[in-house]
């Protein structure tokens, strides 16, 4: 397990950093060269509900460096479940971690994902650089594309495997850009698609969050039998709002994240 959390976040921003050109291009265009500190409000992972891999199993990386557990949400449409986790220090990002509950899919997608999820060995889940060890199996276009028909988030999971499918820029920390809406317009400005769904921002005041983020990057992905262009990962923008006690709202919308799941949606 890991002794340090700074090792960990640098790992999972490397793996995210080479499938997600545009991840280093925002931090140019936010002013990360003239300064501008970038700090992350949260990372988030995926995984399936499935022993090794299960939503515990990655958890039990973040528990064993002082993280704690914080909200649950659940996504029905979705068949997914998600949790937060806490950092034990003010610098560090909260974590959401998802998973999908495959026993309430089709036979043919339980069997696939099985297939799948057989291949990680418990040790490759312990492991100190499993959360961004990528992909653990070999799969064929046509299968990819078999479960992008029923579910983004399987086919997702399916062709990339373990790594951060986002960071999160804390717009709380930002001088120069204030508003979600500012965020937004500076990354239409810029070329960048924003995520629609929902409506560009999500959340509000009074829910004490507002977010926004980028379509997905798309990259070439090698199957076992061809290269294919598909959606990779995308960069969140947080905007926290203060409680009665004056402490930033430190949870998630289940509204909004049921929309910012589909960032890394294909079929646009
Ligand atoms: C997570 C989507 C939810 C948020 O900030 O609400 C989320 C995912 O796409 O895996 O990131
Ligand atoms: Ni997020």
């Known amino acids: 397990m ?30 990360a060269e003239e300064g501008q500190r970038i700090v992350n409000d949260h990372i988030a992972l995926r995984t399936f509900n499935l022993d090794p891999v299960r939503l515990d199993a ?34 560090l990002p909260k974590v959401f971690i998802s998973e999908l ?12 994902v099985k297939g799948l999820v057989d291949q990680v060995s418990p040790e490759a889940v312990t492991a100190d650089n499993f959360l961004y060890s990528g ?22 999971m399916a062709a990339w495997g373990y790594r951060a499918n986002h960071f999160t820029v804390s717009i709380n920390h930002l001088e120069r850009f204030r508003t979600v809406r500012d965020i937004n317009q500076l990354l239409k400005e810029n070329g960048y698609e924003v995520n629609a769904s929902g409506g560009e921002v999500k959340g509000s005041p009074s829910e004490m969050l507002e977010q926004s983020s980028t379509m997905a990057d798309r990259v070439p992905v090698q199957f076992s039998d061809q290269t294919v262009t598909i959606p ?32 890394t949606n294909a079929g646009r």
Do not use: M
Request: glycine letters at 4%; aromatic letters at 16%.
């Open 232 to 263: 990779s990962c995308f960069y969140e923008f947080a905007l926290r709002y203060p409680k009665a006690d004056g402490h930033l709202y430190s949870g998630f919308v289940a509204a909004s994240a049921d929309k910012i799941f589909e960032s």
């Open 58 to 91: 990655l958890a039990e990386h973040f528990l064993s460096l002082g993280y704690r557990q914080g909200g649950d949400y659940h996504f029905e449409a979705k068949k997914l479940y998600a949790r937060h986790y806490e950092p034990p220090r003010e610098d």
């Open 135 to 156: 992909r653990h199996w070999q799969i064929d276009y046509s299968t990819y594309s078999n479960l992008l028909q029923e579910s983004e988030y399987a086919a997702w």
């Open 101 to 112: 509950l495959v026993d309430q899919c089709s036979e043919a997608l339980q069997a696939t």
């Open 2 to 31: 890991h002794t340090d959390a700074d090792t960990l976040f640098k790992e999972l921003w490397d793996s995210y950093r080479q499938v997600t050109p545009s991840a280093e291009r925002i931090h140019r265009i936010l002013g």
